[in-house]
Structure formats: C-alpha cells, structure tokens
C-alpha cells in the first residue's frame, strides 16, 4: 500500500466505520439490545480501534522512511571522511615517498661513481622497500575512493574487485558463484569482501601467484550453510609457522570470527587456500561503508 492511500484510508476508513455501525445501531433490532448509553460509548471506542489500526501502518511506514535517511546521512558522512583520508594519503603521504625516492636515485648515481657497490646495495633496498610502501599507500587510495553499495549484488563486487585488482597485476583469476539461495545478509558481505582484500592483497604482494580462484558455495550438507575458498597457485607458506604477529592473517581471523565463521589456511608449499565457512546471519545490519574497509 502506497503512503498516499494510507492517508486516504486514515481519512475516510474511521468515518465510513462509524458511519455504517451508526446506521445499523439505530435500527429497531439493535435499538432494543444495544442501549443508547452504551452505543455512544462504543462509537469512539470502535473510531479509535479502525484510527489505530490504520495509523499503525502508515507509523511504521514513516520509521521506514527515517531509518532509511538516518541511514544514508550515516553513509554519506563515512564517504566524505573516506575521501578526506584517501586525499590526505595522497597529497602528504604518497607525495613526500615519492620525492624520497627521486633524492635517493640521486644519491645512486653518485654512489655509483665512487663505485661502493656496499652502500649502493643498501640505497637499492631502501628504494625497494619505498617502492612497496608507495604501492600499500596508493591501494589503499584506490580502496578508501571506491565506493560499493548494495544496489550491487555481491558476485558483481567480488567479479569487479578481482577485475581491478588481479587483472591489473597480470594474475588470472576465476569465480564460481552459487545462487541456489538469496544473497547474504549486509553484515556477512561486509566481513567476507574484507577477508577478500586482505587476501587478495597478500596473494599480490607475496605468493608470486599467476592464477587464483575464489569459490562461493552454499551447503547442501554438513555443519555450515556457506562456504567461502580464495585458492592460488602461489609459492605458499609454512601453515604451522602462523603466529599472531602476523597481522594478515589476525585480520582475516578476526573478520571471521565478526560473523561466527571458521577459517582456515591450507599451504603445503605450492599454493595456499583459504577456506571460510560460516552460517546465515539472521537481522543483521552494518553501515554499507565499511563495505570496502581495508
């Protein structure tokens, strides 16, 4: 039912009401059961009975519409901020890397001169280590100024992120998506889109993988109603040396652990999965926002 006809309804339904039980209560039957006294009690009580009723779905229409204004004046204050973070990276962080590395070229080539092959090795770690500091700063640009709503159905987030992301660095990709049920609650998309970067980035930045594949599955049997694998083909790691100072895999633990679902990390020396499973989250709600936290 349309607003409109919900204050349409509120106007007329109460009058129409009273009017009808008016008309049948002066009949001669109801005259000699219903006394006068007590009929005039009885017509605001019903009036007020039929306002209510009405009235309650055009209040709970109105607390719709507020939740939902509440709702993006809280998403568009987070954006603005996320824009003012991503400018600050840009124009004081990202810029001052930048010029370190040029004064530091230039100091390689004097060095190289003076041929002190010790000291040029060191300038050339430091160049690199700049290098990846630059690189984690302008993704993290790159996340906090690309906005993702709901309007987007999560498959297309995921399909669209390893675009940007694995096709820029040359790494193939593929997604198998399963649609058997509706999509995920806001909060389990949030937590696992994270999970998603924060792998996504160490697959980039470490594994030295050219292929990687993401799966979504819902579960026909077994304990869990999903399951989540981001798999690659990278050089992997030594699964019993994690430990908690290994802030990755604390970040991805943790976004789990947001929505009651286990991970775990499979490497046996050539590649590495990373294994998510997790039940339905029931009336969950998160600030679309946080969506490409990172």
């Known amino acids: 039912m349309t607003t409109n006809r919900i204050k ?6 109460p009058a129409l009401v009273i009017g ?13 059961i219903l006394p006068m006294d007590v009929g005039n009690w009885l017509t605001p009580l019903i009036d ?24 993006e004046r809280t998403s568009r204050a987070a954006l603005e901020e996320r824009e003012r973070l991503a400018r600050l990276l840009h124009d004081q962080i990202a810029q001052s890397i930048f010029y370190s590395g040029v004064q530091i070229n230039a100091v390689k080539e004097i060095v190289q001169s003076q041929n002190d092959q010790v000291l ?20 993290s640009i790159f996340s906090l100024r690309t906005q993702i709503t709901l309007d987007q159905d999560f498959e297309s987030r995921i399909r669209s992120f390893l675009e940007k992301v ?9 997604l198998s998506y399963s649609h058997t049920r509706s999509d995920l609650d806001a909060k389990i998309q949030v937590q696992l889109f994270g999970i998603l970067q924060e792998a996504v980035a160490n697959i980039v930045k470490h594994s030295k993988a050219t292929n990687v594949s993401v799966t979504f599955n819902w579960n026909k049997k077994g304990n869990y109603d999903w399951t989540f694998i981001i798999d690659d083909n990278g050089i992997g790691f030594d699964t019993p040396s994690i430990s908690s100072h290994q802030y990755g895999i604390d970040i991805i633990k943790n976004r789990a652990t947001e929505i009651g679902a286990s991970v775990v990390f499979d490497s046996k020396g050539i590649g590495t999965r990373v294994i998510v499973d997790g039940h339905i989250i029931k009336d969950a709600t998160v600030p679309i926002t946080y969506e490409m936290a990172y």
């Open 120 to 139: 040029l090795d060191k300038l050339n770690q430091v160049v690199m280590t700049l290098g990846e500091m630059d690189a984690n700063i302008r993704h």
């Open 8 to 13: 349409w309804t509120l106007i007329i339904m």
């Open 20 to 32: 009808l039980f008016e008309m049948i209560r002066h009949t001669a039957l109801l005259l000699s």
């Open 166 to 174: 694995l096709t820029a660095n040359q790494i193939a990709w593929t």
């Open 48 to 71: 007020a009975i039929v306002i209510a009723i009405v009235s309650r779905t055009l209040l709970l229409r109105l607390i719709h519409v507020e939740q939902a204004l509440s709702y």
